[in-house]
């Protein structure tokens, strides 16, 4: 059987080509957020908010609690604290308020070394159901808004937040109380992306909490079409408008082979929400992110999840193509999912260099100071 080639230079431009400044500034600024969940297992974060990495840039910022599960910090981990805003930024002509909404912050720590990362993407699915039922710790729920039909998730993501569960939903729901008016944003990079996507769902649909927004980077696909579909529906991924405004954005990177992973082969597949950082190298700048539509959009990440069979055909039918260099450059170029030596690079590009617990984050960092945006937007 012979397989067709996908069609060349018939990519549609992306339908926003730039983020607003204000979403970009608050990408970058969860972005070091959760990077400081890497301390987590080594040196620690202390209260109020104190940490040998990025933890003196928020100086308003106060630490809750933080969690640890399995041997050695290896399975699930992270920290929960309340984020009062208006963080103040000096410049030369006086000080920027940015996040000036406080938040109850929930940050998933990602895995902790490449060997993890790789087991984390074992592909065994489980039945997944949204609310649990009494018997296994959950409140007795009313019928919930949203169904999840025929859905499927990865059993290894579905544990490490059922592991995490019993420590983070007290403290969450004793802060609400404390906080009525706060949303609670979840945050994760890598594996702790998948945690917060099903903490999420469980929030909204088995609590019925409004308020609830979600940022992870680099996340890999948790579930299959239906649980993806799920996703979409509950935070409403679907259409085309207001794009920035969404609550859940799935920040993905340019090379990063985690977004693709578990592959569409074995039954699983992208939800929607996501925004592209197309530039390889650090730093991005507004210009290299883009909003995404829908769950497979040609312009970001899904553009790179080749098949396998296609990749195949490709590198056995290479003499035959009559396509211009540039062309024969990208159909014969290897798929971002099988990158996996990018999970030391692209994997953690996320605005920073995400995973180093040393003063001031990557040392390759060293001396960049946090974003600021331009006067014309203060």
Not at 68 to 91: E, M, P
Not at 141 to 158: A, D, I, Q, R
Not at 262 to 268: L, N, V
Request: proline content about 8%.
């Amino acid at each position: 059987m012979t397989l067709p080639l996908e069609p060349l230079g018939t990519k549609e431009p992306a339908a926003v080509s730039t983020i607003p400044v204000s979403l970009f500034a608050s990408l970058e600024r969860l972005a070091r957020l959760v990077d400081v969940s890497y301390c987590l297992g080594t040196t620690g974060i202390h209260k109020p908010f104190q940490c040998i990495s990025r933890c003196d840039e928020f100086p308003n910022v106060t630490l809750a609690s933080t969690w640890s599960t399995g041997f050695l910090f290896g399975d699930n981990c992270g920290f929960i604290a309340v984020d009062h805003g208006a963080d103040q930024q000096r410049r030369n002509d006086g000080p920027v308020e940015d996040d000036k909404q406080g938040a109850i912050v929930v940050a998933f720590r990602g895995t902790y070394s490449i060997t993890n990362t790789i087991v984390d993407l074992s592909t065994v699915p489980q039945k997944y159901v949204p609310y649990p039922s009494p018997d296994h710790g959950g409140e007795e729920p009313e019928k919930p808004s949203h169904e999840c039909t025929n859905c499927t998730v990865h059993s290894g993501f579905l544990e490490s937040w059922k592991s995490a569960r019993d420590s983070v939903l007290p403290e969450l729901k004793a802060l609400r109380a404390k906080y009525p008016s706060h949303p609670i944003h979840l945050i994760g990079h890598s594996l702790g992306g998948a945690v917060a996507c099903l903490a999420a769902l469980e929030l909204k649909v088995s609590l019925g909490w409004d308020g609830v927004m979600v940022t992870t980077f680099g996340e890999p696909r948790v579930g299959n079409a239906g649980f993806a579909r799920f996703v979409d529906d509950v935070f409403d991924l679907d259409g085309l408008i207001d794009l920035e405004k969404r609550v859940y954005r799935r920040v993905t990177h340019a090379d990063d082979p985690v977004p693709l992973l578990p592959p569409g082969e074995f039954g699983y597949k992208s939800h929607g929400g996501e925004i592209f950082i197309s530039k390889s190298a650090l730093s991005p700048s507004e210009t290299d992110v883009q909003l995404c539509i829908g769950n497979a959009d040609p312009n970001c990440s899904a553009k790179d999840d080749s098949s396998v069979e296609n990749l195949l055909h490709r590198l056995l039918h290479f003499r035959w193509t009559t396509a211009s260099l540039e062309e024969y450059t990208e159909r014969m170029s290897f798929p971002a999912r099988f990158k996996l030596w990018q999970l030391f690079f692209a994997h953690r590009d996320y605005f920073w260099r995400l995973g180093l617990c040393v003063p001031g984050g990557d040392p390759t960092n060293w001396g960049r100071p946090p974003y600021q945006p331009h006067d014309e937007y203060l």
